[in-house]
């Protein structure tokens, strides 16, 4: 079966990085965008940054742009979200999901991992 198995999260202070993993399995992992989402207690899941399934084209929410980067190993089958910078307002949940580019309606989620800014 499919799984996507985050990990990376953490307790961070401002300014510090982090860096999170998802690795696929029991999929095509190169036909799948993939998507990091983040979603904090009372508020809805939010796009945090996207990757084509190829990796030549990545997509950003404006909170984050300049601090974040999200990479691919269409090898490892796993994706990246490089943190930078942290701040408060980073702390959430964050989820990995997987999008097929041929397959219109099929996804998955990983389980989340919590990351955590506070000093």
């Known amino acids: 079966q499919v799984q996507l198995v985050e990990s990376g999260g953490g307790l961070v202070q401002p300014g510090g990085s982090l860096r999170l993993s998802c690795a696929a399995s029991?999929?095509?992992?190169?036909?799948?965008?993939m998507t990091w989402y983040r979603q904090t207690p009372g508020k809805e899941r939010e796009l945090v940054a996207q990757?084509?399934?190829?990796?030549?084209?990545?997509n950003y929410a404006d909170s984050v742009k300049g601090r974040f980067t999200m990479s691919r190993d269409n090898v490892q089958n796993t994706v990246y979200l490089q943190m930078t910078n942290l701040k408060p307002d980073d702390t959430a949940v964050y989820y990995c999901?997987?999008?097929?580019?041929?397959?219109?309606?099929?996804?998955?989620w990983g389980q989340g991992t919590q990351v955590t800014v506070s000093s």
């Open positions: 029991g999929l095509s992992f190169r036909r799948f965008t």
């Open positions: 999901n997987a999008a097929s580019v041929t397959n219109r309606g099929e996804n998955y």
């Open positions: 990757i084509t399934n190829t990796g030549g084209s990545t």
